[in-house]
């Protein structure tokens, strides 16, 4: 039997008792269920690829998520605490502290839904389904599948040089990887619409496979098996760079094909 | 002389003290210079008017800012931590905790940068002034105006009943104050576009007369001298509602025209 449970309930009765608490909250209280991303999608398609914080510090608003490296030197994947590195070659490596990151979205993943999955589902046929699961395409969600995939096609991205191109170009002769009948963890979140110009609007999934050894940016996969994992959040804080490249970059368009071109391989 | 302190230098010299601090943080330090919003823009523009928190809470995230009130029932403005509602007779009163909000964005305002005015300034002018400010147009800037005005145009908003209409469609009715050489306070924000979808793109200020008894949304103004004060912000907190009408609400669309009919009175 799948375990369930209603998601913004559980978010209400947590919120409750912090309100009814009459002791004051301990430190970090309030980042729990909190997304947290430095830097925006945008600064991303425009070439601002300098990283804003280390890792070191990113840990301490999340043990799960995804992100990328300074200049552009990878995927990043985080699964149970565990920071891994999928540079262009797509071998998966352990981060350590002190790498710093342009874009990264994390939080602690308490999931407030469990489901077991069914395949063979594709890409989009994943993606309806944890949509007819959340309540509402207004929060954030985010999104963590274990199970066993047929298939996965994941991408990386190369370490860049300065000047940056931006990410569409880089997009275009980025390396791409098949696996077939292989175990593993997507990771990622489903941001909202109006969040359009921060994050990925819609799914955005990093594949990380079961010996922590290979994975990358999602761009296509067949699920045989599995479960999927859902931790909703009300909250979201992000904290952007003050170098003088991003306080100075082009931001205000709303990404659209340049978006689908970086992000979904289109 | 005015006397100015470059706004990145001060908040990265603070992020630089948090991060050799060797004690941990007082609970609350995190939220120092970060901007709190409960809720969108988009959102109050489709008509999510039930307040998702109540302005006891939200003196926990700030001193300083604007919003609106339980059913749209006027506009909020709060300077150095008091918190006044202005409803649709254009009149203010002080605001109790008790009170909810669909909408506010606050933060606890320690400005880094100040500058005297001397006018005539008309509200297009205050802001290109501004705008040569900052450091960028890519951080959260909280603005303070204290001044001498010789006209000051605002409007409010009159409280809906259900079901609620579309903040545009309120606004072709809404009653407009026209205020003559007054003296009071400005208080708002100015947002990076890519925050579109979440708050007002530029510019959005509130005004409060020095007496504390009137003000509202200002749509006009022709300033004759005062002194702005500006804090730079590059931390944003937002906490979605979790009510059924806000998680299914159309919020995707990117706001235009209705933004401007609903917040600049054009």
Chains 1, 2 share one sequence.
Not at 96 to 107: E, H, K, M, N, S
Not at 174 to 203: K, S
């Amino acid at each position: 039997m799948p375990s369930e449970i209603p998601s913004i309930r559980a978010l209400d009765a947590w919120r409750s008792h912090r309100r009814r608490s009459a002791t004051p909250d301990p430190p970090g209280a309030d980042a729990l269920h909190e997304v947290f991303q430095n830097s925006t999608i945008n600064a991303l398609l425009e070439g601002v690829y300098d990283g804003s914080i280390t890792y070191g510090e990113l840990r301490r608003h999340g043990d799960f998520g995804l992100g990328t490296f300074n200049a552009l030197d990878g995927e990043m994947i985080a699964v149970d605490g565990g920071f891994y590195q999928v540079k262009a070659d797509g071998i998966a490596s352990p981060v350590a502290d002190g790498q710093r990151t342009p874009f990264a979205t994390v939080l602690f993943f308490r999931p407030t839904l469990r489901r077991s999955l069914t395949g063979p589902l594709d890409y989009e046929h994943l993606q309806t389904l944890v949509d007819g699961l959340v309540e509402g395409p207004n929060l954030f969600y985010a999104v963590r599948v274990d199970g066993r995939f047929a298939s996965v096609t994941t991408r990386s991205v190369p370490r860049q040089e300065k000047p940056y191109p931006p990410l569409a170009d880089v997009a275009k002769t980025q390396p791409v990887f098949h696996l077939e009948d292989v175990g593993g963890t997507l990771a990622g979140f489903r941001f909202p619409d109006f969040a359009r110009g921060l994050n990925v609007p819609g799914f955005h999934l990093h594949f990380l496979t079961e010996d922590r050894r290979a994975g990358g940016h999602v761009l296509d996969l067949v699920l045989e098996c599995g479960e999927v994992a859902i931790d909703a959040s009300a909250s979201f804080h992000l904290e952007l760079p003050t170098d003088p490249i991003f306080l100075h970059a082009d931001l205000g368009h709303v990404p659209g094909d340049e978006l689908d071109r970086a992000e979904r391989g289109k």
